[in-house]
């Protein structure tokens, strides 16, 4: 069984871009969360989606924001990149059973310039 | 400014010894906690994972241990390998969060041959 794949998984912007970054869940996993890894700020969770509805969101400004598809896939957006948002931006894909393990991708790191 | 990096405890063990990694965790509400290895590079890694209405979960090598009268969560290695080394976060989940993991801030793990 195939595992998370995120895309790409490395890059670099600069201020003022935007980024979108890709996640493909296990098969037949219908929930798909995001989570922020910073060296300041360690993990940090950004929203779930589940069933292509945004379930939970975490406490982030709205230039993240994210979609899932019906194929439950996700892309997660950054608008109007600032230096901060430079970290490893983490995918994990679950069955979205509320008790149930979450597994992670390698992650896509963003560097901003 | 600039964001100080969080200051990973660390624990130093030698190679065939046990390790016991420990993690206070805040929300009394929290009914599922997880254990992930992140190595260098990469993104998290399940190892084990208990629920709140259990003391004690044993996998492969592994054992988490649960105490919620104290708000704590330990888990232990069995005969630590060179493998072992990496990061280690506890994270826990509570009905109602949807996949919503609040994690910890980690430990390293370093085993010395």
């Known amino acids: 069984k195939a595992g998370v794949t995120q895309t790409p998984r490395y890059l670099i912007k600069t201020r003022g871009q935007q980024v979108t970054l890709s996640c493909s869940p296990i098969?037949?996993?219908?929930?798909v969360s995001w989570y922020q890894q910073t060296p300041g700020q360690g993990l940090q969770f950004l929203f779930e989606?589940?069933?292509?509805?945004?379930?939970n969101k975490g406490n982030f400004p709205g230039r993240f924001s994210g979609r899932q598809f019906s194929n439950s896939r996700s892309e997660m957006n950054v608008s109007t990149l600032e230096l901060g948002d430079s970290a490893l931006y983490l995918c994990?894909?679950?069955?979205?059973?509320?008790?149930?393990?979450?597994?992670f991708g390698e992650g896509s790191r963003l560097t901003v310039l | 400014g600039e964001s100080v990096g969080l200051h990973l405890p660390t624990l130093s063990v030698q190679e065939g010894d046990n390790s016991i990694i420990n993690c206070a965790y805040s929300?009394?509400?929290?009914?599922?906690f997880i254990w992930y290895k992140q190595e260098s590079g990469k993104g998290p890694q399940f190892i084990i994972d208990?629920?709140?209405n259990m003391d004690k979960r044993q996998g492969q090598r592994v054992t988490v241990l649960l105490n919620k009268t104290v708000k704590h969560l330990s888990l232990q290695i069995a005969a630590t390998q060179p493998g072992d080394s990496a990061v280690y976060f506890c994270?826990?989940?509570?009905w109602g969060g949807g996949n919503k993991l609040t994690f910890g801030t980690g430990t390293q793990l370093k085993v010395e041959l």
């Open positions: 994990a894909s679950s069955t979205g059973r509320l008790i149930d393990k979450l597994f």
């Open positions: 098969s037949g996993h219908r929930s």
């Open positions: 989606y589940f069933s292509e509805t945004q379930r």
């Open positions: 929300n009394s509400a929290s009914d599922y």
């Open positions: 208990i629920r709140s």
């Open positions: 994270a826990e989940k509570r």
